[in-house]
């Protein structure tokens, strides 16, 4: 079943932009500036973006709009 929690997918774009994560870039690129910065996955819970960033499915990421579609498949899969 797929995760609805709008919070989280907010969450993760105000950690893009904390991070300074800009394109194109690749995977480890993203993990090495978001670092240990913390993601709210659902009203009682975070884990470090790195691990959301490490799930999700490509190694390079041209522009955000290929970003969020990764991560929004990554959600959808669950």
């Given at each position: 079943m797929?995760?609805?929690?709008?919070?989280?997918?907010h969450?993760?774009?105000?950690?893009?932009?904390?991070?300074?994560?800009?394109?194109?870039?690749?995977?480890?690129?993203?993990?090495?500036?978001?670092?240990?910065?913390?993601?709210?996955?659902?009203?009682?819970?975070?884990?470090?973006?790195?691990?959301?960033?490490?799930?999700?499915?490509?190694?390079?990421?041209e522009?955000?709009?290929?970003?969020?579609?990764?991560?929004?498949?990554?959600?959808?899969?669950?």
């Open positions: 797929a995760k609805n929690f709008v919070l989280e997918t969450q993760v774009y105000k950690a893009v932009r904390k991070a300074g994560i800009g394109f194109p870039c690749t995977k480890a690129e993203c993990v090495a500036k978001a670092g240990d910065l913390m993601i709210k996955t659902d009203p009682e819970h975070s884990v470090p973006m790195r691990e959301i960033l490490e799930k999700m499915p490509l190694e390079r990421y522009n955000g709009a290929a970003f969020y579609s990764a991560y929004y498949y990554m959600i959808q899969r669950g």
